[in-house]
């Protein structure tokens, strides 16, 4: 079975320091990979999404970056945070089964930030 | 541009009522619906997906409807119990790119 795993848990940072989040997918090749931000009184706000090692696509444009070194792995990462980088950051992952294009997402446990 | 609404964004009912949660979406021209379960700081849970080619999905004690021309999406959770206490959030994916948009969810409140 798939599993998704996210860390830290938990991160506390102050303004100005570098960040860097880590998404691993196991018993699954080849996913397609999503980093979304959830602040509060807000939705799910798509940030970046990977089909496949070094291909990312940026939603919108913003204080953070990502990148996809091995099938498996997307890190989210900032060189300076802002306090409006504070919220719950989650990864997600989905394949395409067959000719129907099935195309269900699955989400990992999430990362809160708080930017100090 | 897809927009997602879901209302009411907070509902409250006592343990073994039949409840419908709405979803509605702007673009009708969606591939597919998905409804999630988010508890209190976790991560969101897959409930159900329905495909546009189809009416309904049924898992357990839950059921989602689709009516794509209405541009409107229902989850039906029969006998509720205090343990769906949780966010429900559907999202609607556009056409054939990966995009999800989510609407901001109804919290779930069942008292025992």
Redesign the interface.
């Known amino acids: 079975s798939q599993t998704i795993h996210?860390w830290p848990a938990t991160l506390v940072q102050p303004v100005g320091s570098p960040l860097s989040l880590e998404c691993t997918v196991e018993g699954t090749s080849n996913p397609?990979l999503?980093w979304y931000r959830q602040a509060a009184g807000?939705?799910?706000q798509?940030l970046f999404?990977s089909?496949g090692i070094g291909q990312i696509s940026s939603?919108v444009p913003q204080n953070l970056s990502a990148s996809r070194p091995q099938d498996r792995q997307f890190i989210l990462s900032s060189k300076k945070l802002l306090l409006s980088d504070s919220g719950f950051y989650?990864c997600?992952w989905?394949v395409l089964l067959g000719a129907?294009?099935?195309?269900?997402?699955?989400?990992?446990?999430?990362t809160?930030l708080t930017v100090l | 541009k897809q927009e997602?609404t879901q209302i009411p964004a907070a509902l409250s009912v006592p343990e073994g009522e039949n409840l419908v949660l709405n979803c509605s979406f702007t673009d009708s021209a969606i591939?597919?619906l998905?409804w999630?379960r988010q508890d209190p700081?976790?991560?969101?849970?897959?409930l159900l997906?329905i495909?546009s080619s189809q009416r309904e999905q049924t898992s357990g004690r839950l059921n989602a409807s689709l009516d794509k021309s209405s541009g409107r999406s229902t989850l039906y959770i029969a006998a509720s119990q205090p343990g769906d206490s949780a966010t429900y959030?559907c999202?609607a994916?556009r056409g054939?790119n990966?995009?999800?948009t989510?609407?901001?969810?109804t919290l779930l409140t069942v008292n025992p």
């Open positions: 996210q397609n999503y807000r939705g799910l798509l999404y089909v939603e989650l997600a989905s129907s294009s099935y195309n269900e997402q699955f989400f990992g446990p999430g809160r | 997602v591939y597919n998905q999630f700081g976790k991560g969101l849970t897959s997906l495909q959030l999202a994916r054939s990966y995009k999800l989510f609407g901001k969810g």
